[in-house]
């Protein structure tokens, strides 16, 4: 399963899974290195998925881009 981390609050990361639903993980159990936006594979070890994160990150600015022309 994979997720997006939508934010941070107090000791938990808030984060928006495949079917839209909201769920919180304990900081704790996320990878040090996650920021928001960052998509996360979530299983027995919670791993950043850093190609997708890149993908969701292209396309972001990709889209941001055409606003400003």
């Known amino acids: ?3 997006i981390i939508d934010r941070f609050e107090g000791e938990f ?3 928006e899974l495949e079917n839209m639903k909201m769920i919180n993980i ?3 159990k ?3 290195e996650a920021e928001e936006g960052y998509v996360i ?11 997708e994160t890149e993908k ?3 396309n ?3 889209l941001t881009e055409d606003l400003w022309k």
């Open 41 to 51: 594979n979530i299983g027995d070890v919670i791993t950043v998925n850093y190609v």
């Open 26 to 28: 304990e900081k704790n």
């Open 13 to 15: 990361a808030v984060v």
């Open 1 to 3: 399963m994979t997720g």
């Open 60 to 62: 972001i600015e990709s």
């Open 30 to 32: 996320i990878p040090k």
């Open 56 to 58: 969701r990150k292209n």
